[in-house]
Nanobody, 116 residues
């Protein structure tokens, strides 16, 4: 089983910070790309950030300069540091893990609410 487990969501005021973590299961399959998506109420799921095994990163324009994705390959974990949060960042955030030879697996989702 390759179910990633997320942690770190919550309620924060505008301008605040949160850090999401996603621990992927140890598996016979090697982890390739890892990423974070989000789905806001009434909107489609969108890619927030992704990171390759060699630490090449990609960000949605809306989060560039505010969010940072990183990974710890020894712990099979991906992180999303979110700073200067805005109300429009409110969404359920999902981690996505791509295993070579297996496919992709999704975390359970973490609610992030930015509100005063």
């Amino acid at each position: 089983q390759v179910q990633p487990v997320e942690s770190g969501g919550g309620l924060v005021q505008p301008g605040g910070s949160l850090r999401l973590s996603c621990a992927a299961s140890r598996s016979i399959f090697v982890i390739n790309d890892m990423g974070w998506y989000r789905r806001a109420p009434g909107k489609q799921r969108e890619l927030v950030a992704s990171i390759t095994r060699s630490d090449s990163t990609n960000y949605a324009d809306s989060v560039k300069g505010r969010f940072t994705i990183s990974r710890d390959n020894a712990r099979n974990t991906v992180y999303l540091q979110m700073n200067s949060l805005k109300p429009e960042d409110t969404a359920v955030y999902y981690c996505n893990v791509h295993y070579i030879g297996y496919g992709e697996a999704w975390g359970q989702g973490s609610q992030v609410t930015v509100s005063s």
